[in-house]
């Protein structure tokens, strides 16, 4: 769910990163290694482009450092994820296959029947590597100027208003679905097979409102090709400061986030995980990996440790199991 791109330039300077990352000299190595020296793999959720996949890059060299070892990244795509965390949750708790996910992982145990795992009992949670706020956008020509023209049209005419998502049980889905609850508005949910086309239908108006990714669409913001009402955070977006949080614009009690947590397999010793945190911790203190998540609109977390991640998964995960269950939302 939480997927947003670069441009062209951005990827090759990730990926140039993550592959001098990875030949970095051995002997900055700890005394111990993860999995007898072996390349620790980052599987991701999505393909490469999406979020977690440019999270999983960003973090893969400083990852590399600290551990004294290669860090790869394996894409494995398909089904909003549980490919991916199938395959990892059977993987040997040895600590070189790792998942990196999105915000999907809490929502899928509600929106699917079965699950080829169970969420609570297959992994170690690690870290959450970084939050990211969607933001509702429309077109410049849509006539509604701020969220309150939004939600005066949509009661004048229930239904007649309609977002764009990128698929059903989508983060940007969630969110009108929240924002329809909080507003008290009733809106019409089209979704997309993919983020990009929902985004391009909205900039030339064939769909009204869209709740993207901030980083996917700070681009067409800047460039006037999209209008920013509000973001979905408690505070502004840092990307946007100008934009108001949905509580300045009037919406109470509201927030969408999209996040990339790192699991492991249940079973993963406590040395091995020590180690293991030890290193996404390096990563995420580096200064060019903070102003790389910054510069795509996400943050850091204050408290990156397994406790917290655990303790926000769990929080997500029943959070968005009841707006599930009450709004009867499904993954067809």
């Known amino acids: 769910m939480n997927r947003f791109s670069l441009n062209r330039r951005d990827l090759l300077a990730t990926a140039a990163t993550a592959a001098a990352g990875l030949a970095i000299p051995w002997a900055h190595a700890q005394s111990s290694s993860v999995g007898d020296g072996r390349p620790v793999t980052l599987v991701v959720t999505y ?3 999406g979020g977690a996949d440019i ?11 600290a551990l004294g070892q ?15 965390a199938g395959y990892v949750a059977r ?13 999907s992982f809490a929502v899928n145990p509600s929106l699917y029947a079965t699950l080829p795992y169970d969420s609570n009992k297959a992994f170690t949670p690690l870290a959450v590597l970084a939050t990211f706020p969607n933001v509702m956008v429309c077109a410049p020509s849509f006539a509604a100027q701020n969220v309150q023209d939004v939600i005066a ?49 909205v900039m030339g108006g064939q769909v009204p409102l869209f709740f993207a990714n901030v ?60 180690r293991l945190v030890a290193a996404l911790r ?6 060019d990996v903070r102003q790389r998540i ?39």
């Open 282 to 287: 390096h990563a995420l203190d580096g200064q």
């Open 215 to 274: 980083a996917s669409a700070l681009g067409h913001i800047q460039s006037g090709k999209l209008r920013a009402l509000a973001v979905t955070n408690t505070q502004r977006a840092r990307s946007l400061p100008q934009v108001p949080t949905m509580a300045e614009a009037g919406v109470a009690h509201y927030q969408v986030l999209e996040w990339n947590p790192v699991l492991a397999p249940a079973g993963v010793a406590a040395s091995v995980q020590e």
């Open 91 to 103: 993987a040997k708790p040895d600590g070189t296959t790792l998942l990196v996910d999105a915000s």
């Open 70 to 84: 290669p860090v790869v990244v394996e894409n494995r795509p398909g089904a909003s994820g549980q490919i991916a």
């Open 153 to 201: 049209q949509a009661k004048a005419k229930p239904g007649e208003l309609a977002f764009a998502s990128s698929g059903n049980g989508s983060a940007q889905h969630l969110a009108g679905e929240l924002f329809e609850e909080r507003a008290g508005v009733r809106l019409t949910h089209i979704p997309y097979r993919g983020g990009a086309p929902a985004l391009n239908d």
């Open 294 to 332: 910054h510069g795509l609109g996400g943050d850091v977390p204050a408290d990156t440790s397994p406790k917290a991640a655990a303790a926000f998964i769990a929080q997500q995960q029943t959070f968005w199991g009841k707006i599930i269950r009450e709004r009867n939302i499904t993954a067809g």
């Open 55 to 65: 999270m999983a890059r960003i973090i893969a060299p400083r990852m590399a450092e």
């Open 47 to 49: 393909p490469p482009g």
